[in-house]
């Protein structure tokens, strides 16, 4: 195997059986690549490498594969096996509320027009400075529920970008943080993405999102 067949930085993949899919993390599109699974071996990071110069070379026609080893590798946090627990708050507090118009603030910053790469950037990027307790914890199952109550007075609540996107603006203004995840599934191909805790979703159900293969973690 040449050692220098490697996908682009910006390129993720996800193995579907005996079909690949790749993310161009750059640009938000998805390429599928049926029965090309056994053109792929694990390489160094943890990411994969082309076995077939000369599926490389048209995957580096289009700009998805290079010469340069990738700087980072791919960490992966668990599967998703548990739903977020139910929460015992009330009504929204008016901080929850303030926070709520705040995150949306981001979204017309940092969301609306902007490219695919940009949001996450974002996501990678805008770490809380001071981290609250990282666990699936009662503050959290809180927090995720006043967000649930302010969402319906959102545009495009049910996008799961959006809302993700937004989710996680919110849940860091209070300090915490999550995992933004995509995952793919194929015949007929559908992308979807969620926030997770550890193994634990924090904005759709486990025994859906359980249904895609992850192909990126932000």
Do not use: K
């Not at 902007?114 to 981290?131: C, E, K």
């Not at 009662?138 to 967000?147: C, G, K, Q, T």
């Not at 559908?190 to 999102?209: F, G, K, M, N, Y």
């Amino acid at each position: 195997m040449n050692a220098g067949l490697h996908l682009a930085e910006s390129i993720h993949a996800a193995r579907l059986d005996a079909d690949m899919v790749l993310l161009d993390a750059r640009r938000g599109q998805y390429y599928c690549l049926p029965e090309a699974a056994d053109a792929f071996a694990p390489g160094p990071a943890g990411r994969l490498v082309v076995t077939d110069p000369g599926l490389w070379g048209d995957l580096r026609a289009l700009e998805l594969a290079g010469d340069i080893v990738p700087s980072c590798g791919l960490d992966r946090p668990p599967i998703a096996a548990m739903d977020l627990p139910p929460s015992r708050a009330g009504s929204v507090s008016l901080l929850d509320r303030w926070d709520g118009l705040a995150s949306y603030g981001t979204m017309l910053r940092r969301y609306y027009g902007r490219p695919f790469g940009d949001l996450i950037d974002v996501a990678r990027d805008r770490r809380p400075i001071s981290m609250r307790d990282p666990g699936v914890s009662d503050a959290l199952v809180e927090r995720v529920a006043a967000f649930r109550q302010l969402l319906p007075w959102a545009p495009f609540p049910g996008v799961c970008l959006y809302r993700s996107f937004m989710l996680l603006a919110f849940l860091r203004r209070a300090g915490f943080d999550a995992t933004w995840m995509f995952g793919v599934r194929t015949w007929p191909f559908e992308a979807h993405c969620w926030l997770q805790v550890e193994d634990t979703v924090l904005d759709d159900l486990a025994e859906r999102v359980g249904s895609y293969t992850p192909i990126l973690a932000v």
